[in-house]
Structure formats: structure tokens, C-alpha cells
């Protein structure tokens, strides 16, 4: 087999478990932080919950990720959005802007569990001595903390349909909260031009700062080099 396709067959599967499990982790999230305030359709629609089949969207869990990592471009994808009744909260302006935030914010936290896991692994050894056979594992933690903190960034932009909208419109004054209303319609196409341009690569910048950040307080913590780590199985 053509080492090229080899590397794709091996990056889908490195890269499908903790994108499921993450976009998982985003939508219960909204569910949750939905429930808390008010609002429990998330909850009776089986939407709170870790399994991936309630969350995937045939098109943006599956379709559009194979076609990025088959084209080598950025990792793209979304899962169906959690239903939420603004008349069901209990102040619906600012309750809806703490529901969208929560999808980011899980995001984030995710990517701080699996880089603990990986520092651990790390310094038992586990997941750099090949013997042991768990290198698949520290490989999809890697790509996991990656995944989580694009997924945490972008999804706080302020841009319909994502969180950051959501959130913008629940912190703005009336009179800017109407504007970003009347503009959401135009969002989707405006983010796809970003994507299809490869605009979005802005993201990484403050992504990997903030990883370089994380990867040196938590490999001070272990005294351990965990740059050389995570690099290494990122190119496993």
C-alpha cells in the first residue's frame, strides 16, 4: 500500500476516537448546562449522554473530517446541535450565553485531562516504551489535547453557528445583541469561505501558544520534557 495512504488510513483512525469522544463531551455539556437552568429537552431527546451515535451528524461527524484528513487540510467537523427552549430558562438572555459557553469550556478542560493522562502515561513509561504496546493510545491522547483546544478556540469565535455567537449576543448591550442577530443568517457561508481559503489556520497561532504553555507547566510539575513527548506521538 502507498505510504500516503498509509498515513491517512492511520491519522483517520488516530484522530476518529477522540474526535467522537470530544464532540460527545461538547454537546452533553450544552445538555447539562442546559438542564441546570432550566431547560431539560436536551436531557429527554437522549441528548445527555457520552454515546456518539446521539451527537453525530452523517455530514459534519464523518463526511467533511474523512475529506479534510484525505486532503490534508484542517481538521473540519460539527455534530448536531443540542435543541435548547430559551422560554424554558430562567433568564433566557443570559442562560442561553452559560449553555453555549459550556461546549468551549468542556472542550478545554478535556484537553488539560488528556495531557495529565499523557504526562502520566509518559512517566510510567507506559506510552513511550513500544514493548508495552499502549503507543495508540498516548497517539490518540495527543491528537485528543490538539483536538480539544481548536474545538474549545474556535468554537468561542464570535461567528454563527458557533457558541462564541451565542455567547456574544447574551454579554452585548440590546442595541449591538439586535445586530449580531440580524447578521447570524450569514454566518455559515462566511465560515465555510474562511475554511475553503484557509483563513481558519489563524487559530493556530494562540492554540499552540497556549499548548507550548500547558506542555511546560505540566511537564515542570513531572520534570519531564513533555514537548518531546507529544511531538514524538503526534508523528506516530
Same mark, same amino acid.
Given at each position: 500500500?502507498?505510504?500516503?495512504?498509509?498515513?491517512?488510513?492511520?491519522?483517520?483512525?488516530?484522530?476518529?476516537?477522540?474526535?467522537?469522544?470530544?464532540?460527545?463531551?461538547?454537546?452533553?455539556?450544552?445538555?447539562?448546562?442546559?438542564?441546570?437552568? @432550566?431547560? !431539560?429537552?436536551?436531557?429527554? &431527546? /437522549?441528548?445527555?449522554? =457520552?454515546? $456518539? #451515535?446521539?451527537?453525530? *451528524?452523517?455530514?459534519?461527524?464523518?463526511?467533511?473530517?474523512?475529506?479534510?484528513?484525505?486532503?490534508?487540510?484542517?481538521?473540519?467537523?460539527?455534530?448536531?446541535?443540542?435543541?435548547?427552549?430559551?422560554?424554558?430558562?430562567?433568564?433566557?438572555?443570559?442562560?442561553?450565553?452559560?449553555?453555549?459557553?459550556?461546549?468551549?469550556?468542556?472542550?478545554?478542560?478535556?484537553?488539560?485531562?488528556?495531557?495529565?493522562?499523557?504526562?502520566?502515561?509518559?512517566?510510567?513509561?507506559?506510552?513511550?516504551?513500544?514493548?508495552?504496546?499502549?503507543?495508540?493510545?498516548?497517539?490518540?491522547?495527543?491528537? @485528543?489535547? !490538539?483536538?480539544?483546544?481548536? &474545538? /474549545?478556540?474556535?468554537? =468561542?469565535? $464570535? #461567528?454563527?453557528?458557533? *457558541?462564541?455567537?451565542?455567547?456574544?449576543?447574551?454579554?452585548?448591550?440590546?442595541?449591538?445583541?439586535?445586530?449580531?442577530?440580524?447578521?447570524?443568517?450569514?454566518?455559515?457561508?462566511?465560515?465555510?469561505?474562511?475554511?475553503?481559503?484557509?483563513?481558519?489556520?489563524?487559530?493556530?497561532?494562540?492554540?499552540?501558544?497556549?499548548?507550548?504553555?500547558?506542555?511546560?507547566?505540566?511537564?515542570?510539575?513531572?520534570?519531564?520534557?513533555?514537548?518531546?513527548?507529544?511531538?514524538?506521538?503526534?508523528?506516530?
Amino acid at each position: 500500500m502507498d505510504d500516503a495512504i498509509q498515513d491517512i488510513l492511520r491519522n483517520a483512525a488516530l484522530y476518529t476516537v477522540p474526535f467522537l469522544f470530544s464532540i460527545s463531551v461538547h454537546e452533553m455539556a450544552h445538555a447539562w448546562m442546559a438542564g441546570k437552568k @432550566g431547560d !431539560l429537552t436536551g436531557r429527554m &431527546l /437522549g441528548r445527555m449522554t =457520552l454515546n $456518539p #451515535i446521539a451527537h453525530i *451528524d452523517p455530514l459534519g461527524s464523518i463526511v467533511f473530517p474523512l475529506l479534510c484528513l484525505l486532503f490534508g487540510g484542517s481538521l473540519f467537523g460539527w455534530a448536531k446541535p443540542v435543541p435548547v427552549n430559551a422560554a424554558n430558562l430562567k433568564s433566557p438572555r443570559r442562560d442561553m450565553a452559560l449553555v453555549a459557553l459550556a461546549g468551549p469550556l468542556s472542550n478545554l478542560f478535556l484537553a488539560c485531562v488528556f495531557l495529565l493522562l499523557l504526562a502520566l502515561g509518559a512517566v510510567s513509561g507506559l506510552l513511550t516504551n513500544e514493548k508495552a504496546g499502549f503507543w495508540p493510545v498516548g497517539a490518540m491522547l495527543a491528537r @485528543g489535547i !490538539l483536538l480539544n483546544l481548536f &474545538l /474549545g478556540f474556535f468554537n =468561542l469565535l $464570535p #461567528i454563527s453557528p458557533l *457558541d462564541g455567537a451565542r455567547v456574544s449576543v447574551g454579554l452585548l448591550p440590546p442595541p449591538l445583541s439586535n445586530v449580531a442577530r440580524a447578521i447570524a443568517p450569514y454566518g455559515a457561508p462566511f465560515l465555510i469561505m474562511l475554511w475553503i481559503s484557509g483563513l481558519t489556520g489563524f487559530l493556530v497561532y494562540p492554540v499552540m501558544g497556549f499548548l507550548n504553555g500547558l506542555l511546560s507547566l505540566v511537564g515542570a510539575l513531572f520534570s519531564m520534557n513533555l514537548h518531546s513527548v507529544f511531538h514524538a506521538l503526534m508523528n506516530v
